[in-house]
């Protein structure tokens, strides 16, 4: 498996913007995906964006157009560049790798948008 440690959240105002990063414990181009997920209070995990070792990206359709994946092989890492947030973005954001065909998750860091 690998280790994933997500940073970068915190309490924000509506229409600001966060730079979240998840360092990989492996060189990531041996990683075939990375996914950011996020869990709100009260709902289930629902996947937000994705980037593959080809470097193509997906992401979801509340978050596209203000959320930009992107990674990082020097640093081993993936951001998540969050831009416009919105109170309803407030949630607790997962990085997720799949790695030799094994799921691997962080703890997860959380973003509060509110006024």
């Known amino acids: 498996q690998v280790q994933l440690v997500e940073s970068g959240g915190g309490l924000v105002q509506p229409g600001g913007s966060l730079r979240l990063s998840c360092a990989a414990s492996?060189?990531?181009?041996?990683?075939?995906?990375l996914d950011w997920y996020r869990q709100a209070p009260g709902n289930q995990r629902e996947w937000v964006a994705s980037?593959?070792?080809?470097?193509?990206?997906e992401y979801a359709g509340s978050v596209k157009g203000r959320f930009t994946i992107s990674e990082d092989s020097a640093n081993d890492a993936v951001y998540l560049q969050i831009n416009s947030l919105k109170p309803e973005d407030t949630a607790v954001y997962y990085c997720?790798?799949?790695?030799?065909?094994?799921?691997?998750w962080g703890r997860g860091t959380r973003v509060t948008v509110s006024s």
């Open positions: 997720k790798a799949m790695y030799r065909g094994l799921p691997s």
């Open positions: 492996v060189n990531i181009d041996s990683i075939n995906a």
């Open positions: 980037i593959t070792r080809g470097g193509r990206t």
